[in-house]
């Protein structure tokens, strides 16, 4: 019993599989970390996108409803995300120091929600900002 003992215990095969074992979880926790990173940048920047077209779309067409803008805000989100988006609209009016201009400032909100509940990056609040100069 005491050779088998002793046998194992010089024998040195097998140990990349425990040092394996034990950073595995370390190892996928940071890589999935920054694929999730990734992924709330890439939602980050579709909206800010989608708020700047908004914004375009308002200064093209400044006798829209705000209903109609945030219909079109939500439909150029990437990856058919726009309905979980809320659109805030702030009228300010003789901006620029002109009295004919009205500059509208929409804000588009999004809540990410992580996939990896596990890394406990939770769920964040992604804002977009945007302004739209309109000519009266």
């Known amino acids: 019993m005491r050779r088998a003992v002793g046998g194992l215990w010089g024998d040195g095969r097998g140990g990349a599989v425990l040092e394996f074992a034990i950073l595995a979880p370390v190892l996928f926790s940071f890589l999935l970390g920054i694929v999730e990173m990734g992924r709330m940048f890439y939602v980050r920047q579709a909206l800010e996108y989608a708020t700047e077209e908004a914004a375009r779309y308002y200064m093209l067409n400044p006798s829209s409803a705000s209903g109609a803008i945030t219909t079109y805000l939500q439909g150029k989100m990437a990856g058919g995300m726009g309905s979980g988006i809320s659109v805030i609209y702030a009228h300010t009016a003789s901006c620029n120091g002109n009295s004919a201009v009205t500059c509208t400032n929409i804000t588009a909100s ?8 596990i890394l406990g990056l939770g769920n964040s609040l992604l804002r977009a900002k945007a302004q739209a100069v309109r000519v009266q």
Do not use: G, K
């Not at 999004?110 to 509940?117: C, D, K, L, P, Q």
């Open 110 to 117: 999004y809540t990410f929600t992580s996939m990896v509940a």
